[in-house]
């Protein structure tokens, strides 16, 4: 309740919850406020340890973090996210490592020191973490940098994509301008409570009832997509506005779009959608990510060509948008770690890159990294045979001539031949892509015994995440775990509070 529903640490002393306690369960005495930091102690310990435990059991783990400022104390925290992909059930699985306050000067040195500290705290090696997403400050950039060393850093998407969008709409001034025309009609609503019940007046004539009623959106420029949702809205219910704006009783309301401009407004709400719907993609937490970016970023562009326009504005916003995303997401597909994630993902593998030399750069990676895992499972393989070979041939279990065959044929044409692509590599990317609606992790899971190594060099490629989104959720959370009801929680209650509070629930039945 306190963890879960962010009540405040002092509820169980107030009138009202005594009042619920002594009517449901007369002889309960519940805990005071001293108690409950007690309890949330002991089970931040609990759980803590738990995660500890798991996070030490699990090879490759990626990471995002992000720097926020809690509003009602003025503090800055560090956050930090761990995803890695469970071998044994074939999901994605994620944990938010809770925050930290930030060293004061946030450079990029003082950064990397208070990731290393939490790091270091959770027993998280840094050969095991495979990429850290961050957002493009310059500072959280250069703290990555120097805490992998330049090899383990992946710019947010998500972030990117609203940058694209943002820098193309504010270069088309009069595109700006009809958009600036439309705010102020949502905000003169927003604060007439008079325009308000006309707006509900006119759908209930409409046959809609209360609690079914649309309301005009507000942009809020650190949203993403707000621009969108708030356009889009608005054509939807233009009807109702243009009435409204006219009757006599709003006389200072600011005029209404023009036909000509309604009409800009959709042609810009369907070169938008492609975007918004490209954020909604990447930000999921329960699925691959990394292995989406570089097929958005081709699916964008291609999208975007195929939209038709016709007026002029609309038209300058379509090649300004083409613009951004050649200079803002184009160059996310020369990171090597969502380049090899894509062709490791069978939904996509070369279909979206647009660079034969990317596409030569990755296979000659993974020719590498899929002979060393080669290699490696055969001294394995060696170092657990058994003495006595001719047990082999007298046990009930026949097939072990067959795996042994194998594994030497497999040696015989791969390792000792560098230069080629390895057998399993060349028959993976020779094969069909899956739907794209299938699994990819399902797929390596019951294809691991046809593709050895290649599956171990997926599994940790498709671990890297293309947006930082599991941070940003952490940041929303903190500033409602630290609100005015909580302004005298101390960091490491606040840390205790937002780690327990976004644990999901199966670890509390533990």
């Known amino acids: 309740m306190i963890c879960k529903d962010n009540l405040p640490l002092s509820c169980t002393e107030k009138e009202g919850f005594k009042k619920f306690l002594n009517t449901t369960v007369p002889l309960y005495k519940p805990p005071s406020r001293k108690m409950i930091t007690l309890m949330i102690e002991q089970k931040y310990i609990s759980l803590q340890a738990i995660i500890h435990r798991k996070l030490n059991n699990i090879g490759i783990i990626a990471l995002t973090t992000d720097i926020a400022t809690v509003m009602n104390s003025t503090r800055s925290f560090i956050v930090l996210t761990a995803h890695y992909i469970d071998d044994e059930n ?8 809770g925050v930290k306050n930030l060293i004061p000067h946030h450079t990029a040195e003082n950064i990397c020191s208070d990731l290393t500290e939490m790091i270091d705290a959770w027993g998280i090696k840094k050969d095991n973490i495979i990429s850290v997403t961050t957002d493009n400050g310059a500072n959280i950039v250069a703290a990555v940098n120097l805490l992998l060393g330049n090899k383990g850093h992946v710019s947010c998407f998500a972030h990117n994509i609203n940058l694209v969008v943002t820098k193309a709409l504010g270069a088309v001034q009069d595109v700006v301008a009809i958009i600036e025309k439309v705010k102020r009609i949502v905000a003169y609503f927003k604060h007439s409570n008079t325009a308000q019940d006309d707006l509900r007046g006119e759908q209930r004539r409409e046959g809609k009832k209360d609690g079914t009623f649309l309301y005009l959106k507000q942009e809020v420029p650190t949203r993403w997509n707000s621009t969108y949702y708030c356009l889009e809205r608005f054509i939807l219910l233009s009807g109702h506005i243009g009435k409204i704006l006219l009757m006599t009783t709003h006389k200072k309301a600011p005029p209404m779009l023009t036909a000509t401009e309604l009409s800009i407004i959709e042609e810009c709400l369907q070169l938008l959608a492609p975007f918004e719907s490209a954020t909604k993609t990447i930000s999921g937490e329960k699925y691959l990510s990394g292995s989406l970016v570089i097929p958005l970023i081709n699916c964008l562009n291609l999208s975007l060509q195929r939209i038709i326009v016709s007026h002029d504005l609309s038209q300058k916003l379509k090649e300004e948008l083409s613009q951004q995303i050649e200079r803002r997401l184009r160059p996310q597909e020369k990171n090597i770690l969502l380049g090899v994630a894509t062709m490791l993902d069978p939904r996509f593998k070369k279909i979206h890159f647009n660079s034969p030399l990317m596409v030569s750069n990755i296979i000659n990676r993974l020719k590498t990294e899929v002979r060393e895992n080669a290699r490696r499972t055969e001294i394995e393989d060696r170092d657990t045979e058994p003495d006595n070979v001719g047990t082999a041939t007298t046990s009930k279990d026949i097939w072990g001539i067959h795996e042994e065959a194998a594994a030497s044929l497999w ?30 992790l399902r797929f390596w899971a019951s294809n691991k015994n046809a593709y050895p190594g290649t599956a171990k060099v997926a599994l940790k490629y498709l671990t890297t995440l293309g947006a930082s989104v599991s941070s940003e959720r952490v940041v929303s959370w903190l500033n409602y775990v630290c609100n005015d009801l909580r302004s005298r929680l101390t960091p490491e209650h606040t840390n205790q509070l937002v780690f327990l509070g976004a644990l999901d629930n199966k670890y509390w039945q533990i």
């Open 90 to 97: 074939a999901t994605f699985e994620s944990f938010c490592l």
């Open 411 to 440: 040696s015989a044409s791969d390792i000792d031949n560098p230069g080629m692509i390895p057998s399993e590599l060349k028959l993976y990317l020779e094969q069909p892509t899956i739907p794209r609606n299938s699994d990819p």
